[in-house]
């Protein structure tokens, strides 16, 4: 498939752009009197100009035949109708070109099939009236006498000086003449008589008054007899033009219409009604008046290849009308080429019903502005000329569409919505077209609302299009029609004077409430709705894994030290970072190098990340910001709101809705640079490495931005959090141990985490306490002494409930043994009669039960001690695993109520089990009591769950007993994760004291 500069070559007057106004307006008077433009006044270049329609065949062929005597039968009267600027003027020029010529000039009219019907001389008798030239009250003045009725222009023309002297009375008198002045001026000879624009002379006609009549009275009666002369008559014929009643002076129309009905009836109906040129034929006249060649054989090619396209689109689902893929409308693009049928289609049927548009005449100017144009572009996808093709950006374009079909208000639509004013400003298309050109793709913003524009300056219910319509006017092949409705979706959301109905698109002269918004954006500056952004961004990330501080600037403001990680949010105003430098700005350098009123060196860096702003996106941000604020302040504004329709006020609510969610999406996505300390970044980036936060849309946006940052601090490898694999024992005490130092505390452990860069943050305390159990019960690098324990832990031991802090130590193995640390479990505990170890006791005093091993061990007190207690009976009787766990609290008060509270938040964290509750809690208030026995399943204990606990907080006086039953089908390890995870649990929610009790599995009793 070519392009239509390929397969098209324009006239020469179109690209050179010497098309004047008067060769597209045809007047009748001027070439009759050789005054013309020489593109009617000269019948060769006339005649080549002139797509020879269907209708002018027919007028010719019909007045012709009549005029020579080679048909004396065809009508004597001939009506060409049709609404203004559809070819009825350029009709006339060709019959009285046809007329004058006679055979000598047959060459001419070849392609108008009426050589044979040609008279052998040229017609002598030819009158061309046009009323509109008529000036009833100063008359028309040629020289030797002065014309003032239809009558007397006629007899003027017909017979000069002496055919007027005939009807001079009657035309002074204004009174209509009887037929016997025709016969003597006619006198059997062929005669022309054509009337153009009869009822605009009757408009000014009927203000005169003649006696007891008018003067459009009487030229209605005199058109009646004049119809009559010329059926009595055999070489005489009379065309009449007649507009649409549609149309101005529909009412003059009307009136001539009831003549012409009379005068059916007097001549026998010898009457016939011509259509100058047919809605299918608009686009051939327009092609044959503007191009000297177009390529025939390609137009076909390019008709199949956009059917094609057309049927692949709607096997995709896209929204295309269901004549779109029909054989007819291949045919249609083949005859309208190089035109689309969109564009002729509205041009003819919607843009023509605009009374200053004239039809084919407005379509041949427009157009031949749009071929200039678009020749000298050039665009390479140009298969056809498309309503998008109409470049709004050029004035004689604009103008043609606005100022002269007097819609004045529709330029600044186009220069708000499409094409941008003279003065530089980006137009909404534009900025949506921005990243579709930087993409390759085409600016499928602007040629829809190009293509809405053209259906949106009519008036009434034609006004706007369908997105059905739209796609196909504005879809060649090869595009994707997802991003022209993109695109559409984009434009309505920013268009100052777009507006969809739910049915069509159609731009109004009125601003949207999107210019009511952009007023109220440049009403309220900058600083308030900055200060809101400021606000928003201290809520966009949570504390929780990192403990945020906005907008620091100096050291002093950063504490050192190595509690939970720090996110430091630079202001954008501040600093900034851009895509092509990874480099960070100075101020996070100096923050992470520094710290104190005295700036000394920050010594836990480890500790610390920043998050800084795209440098491209912050006044995006800013615009978002401004955007929100002003639509909330109409919103919120009562009195404004009154103002609005219920369907704006509607719209005002869902703009705010959508403002909100971009508001967020927008700071996301600008606070997209992280920077972090690693070990592999450079010196001279201060050891901070960058890494680019994930975009952020509306189907994805975290309400805790600080989880997408703990995301992609795991993708690094730079995080360790509760559900990383722990770190080994070894590593750890390889990378994090004090250097040189045989002891360390498991606080200066932690600590160590926040000093390294090279290590990964700790974000989570039990991973550590974790990786030192580990090391204690498991690999034996290290033991461990509680506080306030004489004995330690390490490979014999238990494992130990690890207690990160100053007093809680770890010794290497070695130093342990030096120093004589006893260690638990290292020895077996012996008979206190015999001294023997109590597996070989022979006194049998304090003997285990037979069976070796004892039906339970249990231990209480606050939950690490308990916990720990209950490892250490295990351990020391030998039970690894249990198939039951009772976790107990009770107690009076409130201390009491809130531990059995915190029970019921303790049980969904523990893990897989079976679980049981059984609870007594009696309490008093001062005119009530409230006693309460449950026994049951954790789900039924749920459904009163919420009523006890709320009792238990407003009683005076309360008792309760709750225990906590958990079943394990295949035992619990009391090594395991599970196990660990349920010490954690329950030491972080706060208990009181707690009473367990562990039965071990049928295996490990036997």
């Given amino acids: ?45 006339f005649f080549e100009r002139t797509y020879p329609t269907d209708g002018i065949k027919t007028l010719l062929q019909e007045a012709l035949g009549r005029l020579s005597g080679a048909k004396p039968t065809n009508a004597p009267i001939i009506r060409l109708e049709t609404s203004f600027g559809g070819g009825k003027t350029h009709s006339l020029i060709a019959l009285y070109h046809a007329a004058r010529a006679g055979k000598g000039y047959g060459g001419l009219l070849k392609g108008f099939d009426v050589v044979a019907s040609l008279p052998d001389d040229p017609v002598e008798l030819i009158a061309g009236v046009v009323g509109s030239d008529l000036d009833p009250t100063n008359g028309l003045d040629h020289g030797d006498c002065v014309t003032y009725t239809m009558w007397g222009e006629i007899a003027y023309q017909l017979g000069g000086l002496e055919g007027y002297r005939l009807v001079q009375k009657s035309d002074e008198a204004k009174t209509a003449p009887g037929t016997q002045v025709f016969e003597k001026l006619v006198k059997n000879r062929p005669a022309l008589i054509m009337i153009d624009e009869f009822a605009a002379f009757l408009r000014t006609a009927q203000a005169l008054v003649v006696g007891d009549s008018t003067l459009a009275r009487q030229s209605t009666s005199f058109l009646l007899s004049l119809l009559s002369f010329a059926a009595k008559e055999e070489r005489v014929v009379v065309v009449i033009t007649l507009a649409d009643v549609k149309d101005a002076f529909s009412s003059e129309t009307e009136m001539v219409q009831h003549v012409l009905e009379e005068a059916g009836h007097v001549t026998a109906r010898q009457e016939r009604i011509i259509t100058p040129a047919a809605e299918t034929e608009i686009a051939p006249i327009v092609t044959h008046r503007l191009f000297e060649r ?160 053209l259906h949106s300056i009519v008036q009434g219910s034609a006004a706007g299009v369908e997105l059905e319509e739209a796609l196909l006017a504005v879809l060649v092949p090869g595009d994707d029609a997802s991003h022209v409705k993109r695109a559409a979706e984009s434009l309505l959301d920013v268009a100052w004077f777009l507006d969809y109905d739910g049915r069509k698109y159609r731009f109004r002269t009125e601003p949207s409430l999107n210019k009511l918004v952009a ?50 949010v630079i202001h954008y105003d501040a600093a900034t970072a851009m895509a092509g430098n990874d480099c960070p700005p100075d101020i996070a350098g100096k923050l992470f190098e520094h710290s104190g009123t005295q700036e000394g060196y920050r010594t836990y860096k480890n500790n610390l990340l920043f998050l800084v702003a795209d440098k491209d996106q912050v006044e995006r941000m800013i615009d978002v910001a401004r955007r929100h604020y002003a639509i909330a302040r109409i919103v919120n504004d009562s009195d404004r709101m009154s103002e609005f329709s219920d369907e704006q006020r509607k719209k005002l609510k869902g703009m705010l809705e959508e403002a909100e969610l971009q508001y967020r999406i927008a700071i996301t996505r600008a606070y997209r640079y992280l920077f972090y300390p690693s070990s592999d970044a450079q010196e001279k980036h201060f050891r901070l490495a960058r890494e680019t936060l994930p975009a952020q849309d509306q189907g994805n946006v975290d309400q ?175 039970i690894s695993r249990v198939r039951r766990l009772f976790i107990k609290v009770e107690g009076s008060g409130k201390e009491a109520s809130n531990d059995s509270r915190l029970l019921g938040l303790a049980i969904p964290q523990v893990g897989k089990g079976s679980f049981r509750v059984e609870q007594v809690m009696n309490c008093e208030f001062s005119d009530d009591t409230f006693q309460v026995r449950f026994a049951g399943s954790w789900e039924r204990y749920k459904q009163v769950k919420n009523l006890t606990d709320a009792f238990g907080k407003q009683a005076d006086k309360v008792n309760v007993s709750t225990q906590l039953q958990a079943d394990f089908d295949n035992g619990l390890d009391l090594d395991g994760d599970q196990f660990e995870t349920m010490k954690d649990v329950f030491a972080q929610l706060g208990f009181g004291k707690l009473s367990l009790v562990a039965e071990p599995t049928e295996k490990e009793s036997k």
């Fill in 704 to 878: 805790d931005q600080s989880q997408v940052i703990l995301r992609v601090l795991r993708q690094l490898d730079k995080a360790l959090t509760g559900e990383d694999k722990p770190l080994n024992a070894e590593y750890v005490k390889a990378k994090a141990w004090p250097q040189g130092r045989d002891y360390a505390t498991t606080d200066e452990i932690r600590r160590e985490f926040a000093k390294r860069i090279g290590l990964k943050m700790l974000l989570d305390i039990n991973q550590l306490k974790h990786t030192l159990r580990d090391g204690c019960s498991k690999t034996g690098t290290w033991v461990y002494q509680a506080p306030g324990e004489t004995e330690a832990y390490g490979l014999p031991s238990p494992a130990p409930t690890i207690e990160v802090s100053e007093d809680a130590v770890l010794y290497i193995t070695a130093e342990a043994r030096t120093k004589g640390i006893p260690i638990k479990g290292a020895q077996k505990p012996e008979c206190p009669v015999c001294h023997l170890p109590i597996d070989q006791c022979i006194c049998g005093i304090d003997m285990p039960p037979k069976d070796g091993t004892p039906k339970s061990v249990s231990a209480a007190g606050a939950p690490s001690q308990a916990f720990q207690g209950l490892l250490d009976a295990a351990h020391d009787a030998a």
């Fill in 519 to 568: 007023d109220e954006v440049e009403l309220i500056g900058r600083k308030r709705p900055k200060d809101e952004l400021d606000r928003r961004i201290t809520n966009i990330w949570r504390k929780g894994v990192f403990i945020p501080l906005y907008f620091k600037s100096e050291t002093a403001e950063i504490d050192d030290d190595a509690r939970e990680p720090k996110l430091v």
């Fill in 294 to 453: 177009v390529d025939d054989t390609e137009k076909q090619i390019t008709a199949q290849s956009y059917h094609d396209y057309f049927e692949e689109q709607v096997s995709r689902q896209v929204e295309l009308p269901g004549y779109a893929t029909r054989a007819q409308y291949k045919e249609e693009i083949a005859t309208n080429y190089p035109f689309s049928p969109q564009l002729i289609t509205t041009l003819n049927r919607k843009t023509s019903t605009i009374p200053d548009f004239q039809r084919t005449r407005g379509a041949l100017r427009l157009l031949a502005l749009v071929v200039r144009q678009l020749w000298t572009e050039q665009p390479k996808d140009a298969w056809l000329i498309h309503p998008h093709h109409i470049d709004l950006g050029v004035g004689d374009i604009v103008n043609e569409l606005t100022a002269r079909l007097k819609r004045p208000q529709f330029r600044q639509v186009a220069e708000a919505d499409i094409v941008g004013p003279s003065q530089g400003s980006v137009a909404k298309s534009t900025t949506i077209d921005q990243p579709l050109i930087a993409a390759g793709r085409p600016p499928y913003a602007r040629r829809f609302a190009t293509t809405v524009f």
């Fill in 1 to 45: 498939m070519k392009t239509i500069f390929e397969t098209c070559v324009p006239r020469k007057d179109v690209l050179s752009g010497e098309l004047r106004e008067e060769q597209f307006a045809a007047h009748l008077r001027d070439v009759i009197d050789a005054n013309a433009d020489p593109i009617y006044r000269d019948p060769q270049t």
